[in-house]
């Protein structure tokens, strides 16, 4: 078998969700936040706060991992020759999924990938959150059967699809230099950049560390398509197990090293950075679940895509990042004590909304293109 054979094959998709299993706890041992040494949700949630989008203190930091899985993707793409600039398939209506799927993610406390990490870290709460996330995706696949669809991509100016890459590079930027303009007449700092000095954002592995195994990754996962949405959805709609094989692969290889590390603690109660509310680890996660479908792909496949020139995906990860700031300005984003407040009431409306969306949207030029047909 080929090199190239290998990495689009099912053992593809096993090797990377292997990698992810195996890096994501070892970044944990080497500072990153329990069970999150992998978090697309969570990380972006990060860098809103290190950018100053939302204001609560503790999680403020422009996380390396998101850089490098962007940038390992475009360098995977560009070695194979597979790099190109695309995009103009509904991107409004993807920034809008992107928000709802960030809210959803921030309620249950985490992404699908972090689901599977917690689950291979003992943390049992991430059950109810994985059944959610399936849930969703079977939902989303009622809408796929009866004809969904965000339109056509199509190829667009070279300086399209690099604008993703060069904002990761800034953001790399930015981290290194951590530029201050100045001091609030309290001495707090007004910027431009923002570091938590405890909580979550102040857990963090060393920068070049995490922008590495976050290059790796992003540099295999382009090449097996690598998706935790497909997974599901594939193993729904086509009973295809290839890539439900990588998200099983994860779940283990994040079980086995967290037990050699001595960070596997089974239980529900006490768990790093998690809730024990049954209901909306569900129901977050069956919103995030069915909005990432809807969207495109998991929040890691999205930044695969961005990177490779997928300008769609782009539009995507920019809703995400704006939901993330949203769900801390707005209160919405859950705690260790449970679903905050507001939390329940926007993922009702974000399910509203998505349904909404599911039951209305069509290919519009095949439409149009079956009219001319018909006349």
């Known amino acids: 078998m080929s090199l190239k054979g290998l990495f689009e094959g099912r053992w593809g998709i096993i090797i990377t969700g292997l990698v992810v299993g195996i890096l994501a706890p070892i970044l944990v041992k080497l500072g990153n936040p329990g069970n999150m040494g992998v978090c697309v949700a969570c990380f972006t949630r990060d860098i809103a706060g290190g950018l100053g989008l939302h204001r609560a203190a503790a999680v403020q930091y422009i996380r390396p991992e998101i850089i490098g899985l962007v940038l390992g993707a475009t360098i995977a793409a560009l070695a194979a020759g597979e790099w190109r600039a695309r995009g103009g398939s509904s991107p409004l209506v993807r920034y809008i999924m992107g928000v709802i799927a960030a809210i959803g993610a921030l309620v249950f406390l985490g992404c699908p990938w972090r689901a599977f990490l917690r689950l291979g870290g003992g943390d049992w709460n991430a059950i109810v959150g994985l059944i959610g996330f399936a849930a969703g995706i079977w939902a989303a696949t009622f809408f796929l059967r009866r004809g969904y669809s965000l339109g056509r991509s199509r190829p667009m100016a070279p300086v399209m699809g690099w604008i993703m890459p060069a904002v990761m590079v800034g953001l790399l930027a930015l981290l290194l230099a951590a530029p201050l303009?100045?001091?609030?007449?309290?001495?707090?700092?007004?910027?431009?950049?923002?570091?938590?000095?405890?909580?979550?954002?102040?857990?963090?592995?060393?920068?070049?560390?995490?922008?590495?195994?976050a290059l790796a990754i992003g540099f295999l996962a382009q090449r097996s398509r690598f998706c935790s949405v497909g997974a599901f959805r594939n193993l729904f709609m086509l009973r295809d197990t290839k890539l439900f094989m990588g998200v099983v692969a994860l779940a283990a290889a994040a079980f086995v090293t967290n037990l050699v590390l001595g960070q596997f603690k089974p239980g529900f109660a006490g768990q790093p950075i998690a809730h024990t509310d049954g209901l909306w680890n569900f129901m977050g996660m069956l919103l995030s679940g069915l909005a990432f479908t809807l969207g495109g792909g998991c929040p890691g496949r999205q930044l695969f895509l961005a990177g490779e020139g997928d300008t769609d995906a782009a539009v995507f990860f920019?809703?995400?990042?704006?939901?993330?700031?949203?769900?801390?300005?707005?209160?919405?984003?859950?705690?260790?004590?449970?679903?905050?407040?507001?939390?329940?009431?926007?993922?009702?409306?974000?399910?509203?909304?998505?349904?909404?969306?599911?039951?209305t949207l069509r290919d519009v030029a095949e439409g149009e293109e079956k009219s001319r047909s018909a006349a």
């Open 181 to 213: 303009f100045g001091r609030d007449a309290d001495g707090n700092p007004v910027g431009p950049v923002f570091f938590s000095t405890s909580g979550p954002g102040a857990q963090h592995a060393a920068w070049w560390i995490s922008l590495l195994a």
């Open 318 to 359: 920019f809703g995400l990042l704006t939901g993330a700031a949203m769900a801390h300005n707005f209160n919405l984003a859950s705690s260790a004590a449970g679903p905050s407040p507001y939390g329940p009431a926007a993922v009702i409306i974000g399910l509203v909304v998505v349904v909404i969306l599911g039951l």
